[in-house]
C-alpha cells in the first residue's frame, strides 16, 4: 500500500494507521508482568535518592553537584528530548516521586491487593482538573533561576514532593498527586498528545460486554478466573474501556493490559500527533496549561538566553521589588498576555470565518491545542541550547555527586566542554520550523472542526498562520538575535 | 501466594537498600572511612571578586596535614598559587578544576591569590592558608 493510500485509509479508519506493538512476544510478556514497573522505578528511586541527598548535604555551587546536573541538565534532556515526544508519559511510569506513597497505599511493592491502605477518600470535584498543576507549575516556574542552579533548593523541593505525594496517596484514593497535583505531570500530559505511542482497547464490542471493567476498577477472582494477570484499576482515573481516546491522563503503567481479562488493551504505536485530532475532552484547564508552557518556554529563552542582565538578576532573587516586578512580568505573560493574544486571534477566527454562533470560548479552548507542536518544539529548541553547553558537567559530576573530592570513575577532573555550540542554530531553526508546520497542519484540521460544514474555514488559516509565525519569529529572535 | 512474598520480600529489600542503606553508606564512606584514609580535602570555588571571589578567604589546617585542593572555577578562567609553599594550579577554566596537593610543614600564614586577571577586581582574588600547631 503506498504511503498516501494508508494516509488516506488512516483518515476514514485512524485504528488501520496504528501497530499492535504486544504482537512482539517478548513486549507482550514483559509488559504482562507485574513486577514490571518496580523494575524502572527502582533505579530512578536510587538516583534521586542521590539527588536528594547531594541537594541537601553537598557541594552548593550548581555545576559541581550531582542533584542540579543531573536534574536540571540530564533528566530534563532526556524527558523533553525523548520520553515525552516519542514516549508520552512513559516517565509516569518510572517516576519514584509518587512510589513511596502509591507503595504504602497498596500495601505492597509488587503484588495487587484487594483493599488499600490509607482514608482512600474520593479527590474533591471541584479540583478534578489541571487548575492545580497549572498554578504549581506557574509558581514553581517563577523560581526556577534559583531551583535550577542551587541545590539545596533543588534536594528540598524534591524530597517536599516526594512528602506531598505520601501524604496525597494516604489520603486520598489512587494517584490522586500524579493526577491533579503533579507539576511535571501536567505539562508531560498535554506533549504526551504528540507521541507515537499509546494504550488503547483493541475492540469497541468487547468492551462494551464486559461486565468486570477490570481496567478501571481492578482485578477480582472474577475477572481473573476469565483472564488477566491481576492488577490494580487505573491509578490516574482513566476507564480505558469507555473508551480512552487520548493519551493526557494515561501513565503507560500497563495496569489495564494487566487486569483486562480479554487481553483487550493493548500498546499501540501510531502517526505522530494523532490525539490532537480528537475533540472529545478539549477543556480550558488544558488550554491554559498550553499557555503556561508556551509562555515559560518563551520567558526563559529571555531570562537564561537573552541578552539582558537586568532581568537575570530579577529573576535570581537580588531583590525583593525588582523580583516582584519580575513576578508580575512572568505570571503575566504566562496568565494574562498569552491567553489575550490567543484571545485576540479567536475573535479574529470567529469574524472571519463568520460564525458568529460558534461561541468565542469554544473557539478559544480548541485551537490552543494548536499551540501544543509549537510550544514542545520551543522547549526542545530551548532544551538544545543549555543541554549540549553544559552536559559535559555530567562526567565530573558522576565520579563525585556531592563535590567532596570523591573520584569514583576517574573522571572528576574531567573539564567542562560545550559541545558543538557552533550547531546549535542548525538544529533550533529546523525544530522550531517543524513546530510551526505542524501547528498548522493541527490547525487546520481543528478548523474543520470548530467550523464544521462551513466553506470559510480556508481564511481563518490566515490569521492563524499569522499568530504561529509571530510565535516563530518570537522564539527565532531570541536564538539567533 | 507464596511466589507473590518473595517477590515483595526481595522488592522490600532492594527498596530498604536505596533509600536507607544508600544514604547511610554514602556517609560512613564520607565521615568516618575517608578521614582515616585520604588526605583533608579542600575544595575552594573562585568567582570573580564581584561575585564574592574565593568561597573562603581564610582555610585553616594542622601542621603536617597533607591537604588536597579542589580548586573549581565558577565562572571564567582562574588560578591559584600560593607562592611561599610552592603551589600553583595555573589557569583553570570556568566550569572545570584543578587539584593541588600541598603538606602544610611549617606554621604561619601564607597568602594565596588568584594567578590569572580574571576581572577589573582580580587583585581582591586573595586569601590566606593558616596552618596551625
Known amino acids: ?481 | 501466594m507464596t511466589r507473590s512474598w518473595h517477590l515483595e520480600g526481595v522488592a522490600g529489600l532492594l527498596v530498604f537498600l536505596t533509600v536507607f542503606a544508600l544514604p547511610a553508606t554514602i556517609f560512613v564512606y564520607q565521615f568516618r572511612y575517608r578521614p582515616a584514609q585520604a588526605p583533608h580535602e579542600i575544595t575552594l570555588v573562585g568567582s570573580i571578586a564581584e561575585r564574592g571571589g574565593w568561597n573562603a578567604q581564610e582555610i585553616t589546617v594542622k601542621k603536617g596535614q597533607r591537604v588536597r585542593l579542589v580548586v573549581f572555577s565558577h565562572d571564567v578562567t582562574h588560578g591559584l598559587a600560593i607562592p611561599a609553599l610552592g603551589v600553583d594550579t595555573g589557569p583553570v577554566p570556568g566550569g572545570s578544576s584543578r587539584t593541588v596537593e600541598v603538606i602544610a610543614d611549617r606554621e604561619g600564614r601564607f597568602r594565596f591569590r588568584c594567578t590569572v586577571i580574571c576581572s577589573p577586581e582580580h587583585g581582591d582574588m586573595e586569601g590566606e592558608l593558616v596552618v596551625e600547631p
Open chain 1, 1 to 481: 500500500m503506498s504511503a498516501v493510500s494508508v494516509k488516506a485509509v488512516a483518515r476514514v479508519r485512524p485504528e488501520l494507521a496504528r501497530f499492535d506493538l504486544l504482537r512482539f512476544r517478548p513486549l507482550r510478556w514483559l509488559v504482562r508482568r507485574r513486577w514490571l514497573q518496580f523494575a524502572l522505578i527502582l533505579p530512578n528511586l536510587f538516583i534521586f535518592t542521590v539527588v536528594i541527598l547531594a541537594g541537601l548535604f553537598g557541594i552548593p555551587v550548581g555545576a559541581k553537584n550531582f542533584s542540579i546536573i543531573f536534574v536540571w541538565i540530564v533528566w530534563w534532556a532526556a524527558l523533553i528530548l525523548l520520553l515525552v515526544p516519542f514516549g508520552a508519559r512513559s516517565w509516569c511510569a518510572m517516576c519514584p516521586i509518587p512510589a513511596a506513597g502509591e507503595w504504602l497505599q497498596r500495601g505492597a511493592f509488587v503484588a495487587p491487593r484487594r483493599k488499600g491502605r490509607g482514608l482512600q477518600r474520593r479527590w474533591p470535584k471541584s479540583l478534578r482538573n489541571l487548575w492545580v498543576c497549572n498554578f504549581g507549575f506557574a509558581s514553581i516556574a517563577l523560581f526556577s533561576a534559583i531551583l535550577t542552579t542551587r541545590p539545596i533548593v533543588t534536594g528540598g523541593f524534591l524530597l517536599g514532593l516526594m512528602v506531598v505525594a505520601i501524604v496525597t496517596h494516604l489520603v486520598y484514593e489512587r494517584r490522586a498527586f500524579c493526577r491533579y497535583l503533579c507539576p511535571v505531570g501536567g505539562f508531560l500530559g498535554l506533549y504526551s498528545m504528540v507521541a507515537p505511542v499509546e494504550i488503547r482497547r483493541v475492540d469497541a464490542e468487547v468492551c462494551r460486554k464486559c461486565s468486570y471493567k477490570a481496567c478501571f476498577r481492578g482485578s477480582t477472582p472474577q475477572s481473573l478466573q476469565v483472564g488477566g494477570v491481576g492488577g490494580y484499576g487505573c491509578p490516574n482515573f482513566e476507564f480505558p474501556g469507555a473508551p480512552m481516546e487520548r493519551n493526557t491522563y494515561c501513565l503507560l503503567c500497563t495496569e489495564c493490559v494487566k487486569t483486562c481479562p480479554y487481553e483487550n488493551i493493548t500498546l499501540r504505536a501510531r502517526p505522530f500527533m494523532a490525539d490532537l485530532a480528537v475533540e472529545k475532552g478539549r477543556k480550558l484547564d488544558e488550554a491554559f496549561k498550553a499557555f503556561i508552557m508556551l509562555g515559560s518556554a518563551i520567558m526563559y529563552s529571555v531570562v537564561m538566553l537573552g541578552p539582558w542582565g537586568w532581568i537575570k538578576s530579577w529573576a535570581n532573587l537580588t531583590s525583593a521589588p525588582h523580583f516582584l516586578l519580575y513576578a508580575a512580568i512572568f505570571l503575566g505573560t504566562l496568565l494574562v498576555a498569552g491567553p489575550a493574544v490567543h484571545l485576540l486571534f479567536s475573535w479574529t477566527a470567529r469574524g472571519v470565518a463568520r460564525a458568529k454562533e460558534v461561541p468565542v470560548k469554544k473557539i478559544f479552548v480548541e485551537y490552543a491545542y494548536v499551540l501544543v507542536p509549537i510550544g514542545l518544539m520551543g522547549w526542545i529548541a530551548f532544551s538544545f541550547s543549555f543541554v549540549l553547553p553544559n552536559i559535559s558537567y555530567a562526567v565530573s559530576a558522576l565520579s563525585d555527586p556531592f563535590g567532596w573530592g570523591w573520584n569514583l570513575f576517574g573522571t572528576s577532573d574531567y573539564p567542562w566542554t560545550p559541545y558543538y555550540p557552533a550547531l546549535l542554530p542548525y538544529i533550533q531553526v529546523p525544530v522550531l520550523l517543524v513546530g510551526l508546520l505542524v501547528s498548522l497542519r493541527v490547525g487546520e484540521r481543528i478548523s474543520r472542526q470548530v467550523f464544521a460544514g462551513r466553506t470559510r474555514v480556508r481564511p481563518v488559516l490566515v490569521p492563524l498562520a499569522a499568530y504561529l509565525l509571530a510565535i516563530t519569529a518570537l522564539f527565532l529572535g531570541l536564538y539567533l538575535g
